[in-house]
């Protein structure tokens, strides 16, 4: 797989920080990265953690403009000179990023508990339920007042569900509909997975849920699981999803598989960003001790990983020696 | 007060902006529009703005769907527009507006209604009990 242009560190588009300040100030009280940066540990929104999962996703721009299916057109073909072609693969790697942004991790949303009013009166008038919604077009979804009138007499704030709910309906949206397709419910994931289609089923989960509801936790976490079971991280790598994948084994300590399949495709400086984002993440692991005293780089670096902290040591040594006998074979013809 | 509201309304005499319910649907399935209009104007016919809906039968969850642009419903109000009675109870049970009298009036009549049904229910079976009990 040739991976065309620059793989450097790139500074945090003013774009990303825009969505995420957009999502982090509506306040959700038990918001990861508020929660997590009152104590040491990093969070998912942190500009260094964010570098090193940046530079692990890769930017391979054959994949990253894979041809999404759409209408038939005939191929368009341009006559280019070497620096119209050089200025027209940067406005692609520029483009390439905005594609790459992660979507946001966050934790599951604390259920809406909360009368406006209480009205005895009205007990026994009504059979079902009011939803109102409000549909003025300048508010933002999350500020939205939508209210239920119980038939008996409550007024109050609607739970995350109904609010969801009415959302879908009034404001629809392409890729949003009204009732969740049954793709996402756990045994219909299954078949989908068979068919190697991991990253349909996120860019459809994207679409349909909110980031904070249970439902795109879920099937994000059943996907990341189904990866990691049958280690085919390069069906996400070079997409948004990569940087959620790695927070999310990362946090599970379930890595192993992930710094293997690195190795095996000589994508050292990968791993070493994946160790040191471990050691980031769980400081107090004695790896992370070992590395911050030694000052170790590079391939002793996964060495003293692998001795310490992971489980599969055999494997990861084993492909330490491949890798280390194809550079020397390389190097020495 | 001479405002936007008013100023449309040239053509006719002795009219008003009104907020009120214009029914659409088919036969025995009513769907409501909340709709700014001239009071002179068809129920169904030309308004001004729709304000939003309601739909009065309840969904697979058992709800009755209501949309309000409140946005624009404030403007309307402050245009000086009046509310049909539906359309004022309707707000009232929403809490945009404190709820209507008459709302609470035909809670306490239906309920003194139901209590009527149940007592003279009540005294035949205690009349129709006894003389069996009774020696």
């Known amino acids: ?333 | 007060a001479f405002s936007a509201g008013s100023r449309l309304l040239r053509g006719y005499r002795g009219s008003h902006v009104v907020i009120r319910f214009a029914l659409g649907g088919c036969t025995n399935r009513p769907f409501y529009r909340i709709v700014a209009a001239n009071s002179k104007r068809a129920r169904d016919g030309k308004y001004l703005e729709q304000l939003g809906c309601l739909d009065p039968l309840p969904n697979a969850y058992g709800e009755k769907v209501a949309g309000l642009n409140l946005e624009r419903l404030r403007y309307w109000l402050g245009c000086g527009a009046q509310l049909s009675r539906p359309a004022e109870k309707l707000l009232g049970l929403a809490g945009f507006l404190p709820l209507h009298p008459m709302t609470v009036t035909g809670a306490e009549r239906l309920r003194r209604r139901r209590q009527r049904e149940q007592q003279p229910e009540a005294a035949p079976a205690d009349g129709s009990a006894e003389p069996g009990t009774a020696p």
């Not at chain 1, 040491?40 to 990253?64: N, R, S």
């Not at chain 1, 508010?139 to 119980?150: A, D, K, L, W, Y």
């Not at chain 1, 990968?270 to 000052?295: F, R, V, W």
């Not at chain 1, 060495?303 to 390389?330: C, D, H, P, W």
């Open chain 1, 1 to 333: 797989m040739a991976a065309l242009g620059a793989r450097g560190s790139a500074a945090l588009p003013a774009r990303l920080r825009a969505l995420w300040g957009l999502l982090a100030r509506r306040a959700l009280a038990a918001d990861a990265g508020e929660g997590r940066a009152a104590k040491p540990k990093p969070a998912f929104t942190d500009e260094a953690v964010q570098t090193l999962l940046y530079k692990m996703t890769g930017l391979d721009l054959h994949k990253v403009f894979r041809p999404v299916k759409q209408g038939l057109k005939p191929p368009n073909y341009k006559l280019m000179t070497e620096a119209q072609l050089e200025e027209a693969t940067r406005k692609a790697i520029e483009e390439a990023k905005v594609k790459l942004i992660m979507p946001p991790v966050l934790n599951e949303r604390e259920p809406i508990d909360d009368v406006l009013a209480e009205d005895k009166v009205l007990e026994g008038t009504e059979t079902a339920k009011y939803v109102f919604t409000d549909l003025s077009y300048s508010i933002p979804h999350r500020e939205r007042f939508i209210v239920v009138r119980e038939p008996n007499g409550v007024l109050r704030k609607a739970t995350w569900e109904e609010r969801d709910r009415m959302i879908r309906i009034f404001f629809p949206k392409e890729g949003r509909r009204v009732i969740p397709p049954p793709l996402f419910k756990d045994e219909n994931l299954g078949t989908v997975f068979q068919q190697d289609r991991h990253e349909d089923v996120l860019n459809m989960c994207i679409a349909q849920f909110e980031p904070d509801s249970p439902d795109y936790i879920r099937v994000h976490h059943r996907t990341y699981e189904d990866i990691e079971k049958r280690a085919k991280y390069d069906l996400l790598r070079s997409t948004r999803h990569f940087g959620g994948m790695v927070w999310y084994l990362i946090n599970r300590k379930k890595t192993d598989g992930l710094l293997i399949d690195m190795i095996n495709r000589d994508l050292l400086e990968d791993a070493t960003s994946l160790i040191t984002l471990y050691h980031m993440l769980h400081p107090e692991c004695q790896s992370a001790k070992e590395a911050k005293e030694g000052n170790l780089q590079g391939v002793d670096l996964i060495k003293v990983f692998a001795k310490t902290e992971s489980q599969r040591e055999g494997y990861i040594q084993l492909a330490l020696q491949a890798y280390e006998e194809a550079m020397a074979t390389s190097s020495a013809s």
